[in-house]
């Protein structure tokens, strides 16, 4: 069982409004809704597009980036002053492509080749992204870098939160590498990591990368949620990627891990419907406040079982098999 | 109607770049970068003091005008 390198601090923050916003972070996720629509923007880059004034939650994002400390924000500027080769003009004429499965192949293999862990392709899909953001593309190939566990181990404090950063950092170079290689065969590409008005998971889960787990992150077979998600968004045609069910869901009804340790008590204990999908949700506004307070927080993560180096695998044949296992009594009941 | 670009497509990304382009595109990236330097280290300073005398003293630091313009 993972035991975390320092107690976390406890939930009585030194700060906070004095008058909350009007609308709760819950209600702009759309928790409860039945109804399917976009996401709207709530934390994070409430400084850039839709205007900082108009995101209820715009003082509590400035305060979290502006308290980071040194090394997290070191890693931040890093990464966005990397940004800058996340596009880049095409060189020559596009390939061909004849074989879908075999350049999905090729671009796995350049993938691998600089170092990215997880990769997966699906149809970027537009319905998942922000109101009033949109890409040009039709592709998505979905990336998933390994966070260092030990240093992760030491979350919620600043070096477990440092790593989270870095990784950013470096993932994002990786993805901006991807992108340009791609561009090197004629198809314009486009690389997305940190910083970017962009959401990954839904086209993650897609792209066969994990299932979204109890705790709202993903959760994959090879790394648990010990790793970041990144992008390429491209034209190049390739074969897609199906979604996996590895039985993420068989374990999260009944554990109860991420609950217990999460400090402000933000994980359900089931599934609620957000914005017209029946998901796994965390409660934004326990949880913001405590993100914030630790720059970052990610218990949950790092205590998920599946995060724990080479269980993913093992876990995941136990559950299958004995999920088949009450399927063949039921139907031998039958 | 002509889809809106995002912050970082205005901002970081040249499609289809000369030399002159990409350092005049660095240079704007660097002073970008150099103002939210100075962001952190002074508005951000005066907040980090204020987290921590809030924390020493057991009371609330308000965050309420932050998104106005910075710590009051």
Redesign the interface.
């Known amino acids: 069982m993972t035991k975390l390198k320092k107690a976390p601090p406890s939930i ?8 909350m916003p009007t609308t709760t972070g819950n209600e702009i996720n759309g928790l409860g809704e039945r109804k399917k629509r976009r996401p709207t923007q709530v934390f994070h ?5 839709t205007g ?2 108009e ?1 209820p939650y ?6 979290f ?4 400390p040194w090394s997290m ?1 070191w890693e931040n ?1 890093k990464g ?2 990397a ?2 080769h ?4 095409v060189t020559g004429q596009p390939v061909d492509v004849k074989d879908e499965a075999a350049m999905a192949q090729t671009v796995r293999d350049a993938a691998r080749g600089l170092g990215i862990d997880l990769v997966g392709v699906t149809l970027y899909d537009e319905e998942t992204q922000m109101q ?5 593309y039709k592709y998505a190939i979905l990336l998933g870098h390994k966070m260092d566990r030990e240093e992760m181990l030491w979350v919620p404090h600043r070096r477990g939160c440092t790593e989270v950063m870095k990784t950013y950092r470096t993932s994002s170079q990786q993805a901006n590498q991807l992108a340009a290689f791609i561009r090197t065969l004629g198809w ?1 590409a ?1 690389g997305y990591g940190i ?3 962009i959401i990954l998971m839904p086209m993650a889960i897609k792209a066969g990368l994990g299932q979204l787990g109890k705790h709202g992150s993903l959760i994959s077979k090879e790394f648990g949620s010990n790793f970041r998600l990144t992008c390429v968004l491209t034209d190049l045609p390739m074969a897609l990627d199906k979604p996996v069910d590895i039985g993420v869901d068989d374990l999260c009804m009944s554990c109860q891990r991420c609950r217990t340790d999460c400090p402000p008590a933000a994980i359900f204990d089931t599934k609620q419907w957000v914005r017209g999908t029946e998901k796994w949700y965390v409660d934004f506004d326990k949880c913001i406040f405590y993100f914030t307070h630790t720059h970052g927080c990610a218990i949950c993560l790092e205590v998920c079982p599946w995060s724990e180096p080479g269980r993913g695998a093992v876990l995941s044949e136990k559950l299958l098999a004995k999920r088949s296992g009450r399927k063949a009594a039921a139907q031998a009941a039958e | 109607m002509a889809r809106q670009k995002t912050t970082s497509e205005r901002q970081f990304r040249l499609y289809e770049s000369t030399w002159v382009q990409r350092r005049r595109r660095d240079w704007w990236v660097f002073r970008y970068l150099l103002r939210i330097f100075w962001l952190w280290f002074t508005v951000g300073g005066k907040l980090r003091r204020e987290k921590r005398r809030a924390e020493r003293q057991g009371r609330v630091f308000y965050i309420d005008h932050i998104a106005g313009g910075g710590a009051k």
């Not at chain 1, 715009?58 to 305060?63: C, I, R, V």
């Not at chain 1, 980036?65 to 980071?68: A, E, F, I, K």
């Not at chain 1, 996340?86 to 003009?89: L, N, R, S, V």
């Open positions: 009585d923050y030194p700060f906070g409004y004095k008058s880059n409430t400084g850039r597009g900082r004034k995101v715009a003082s509590l994002d400035m305060f980036n502006l308290t980071n924000f500027l966005w002053w940004r800058r996340a596009a880049g003009p009033g953001i949109s890409f040009p314009q486009e910083g970017e008005d």
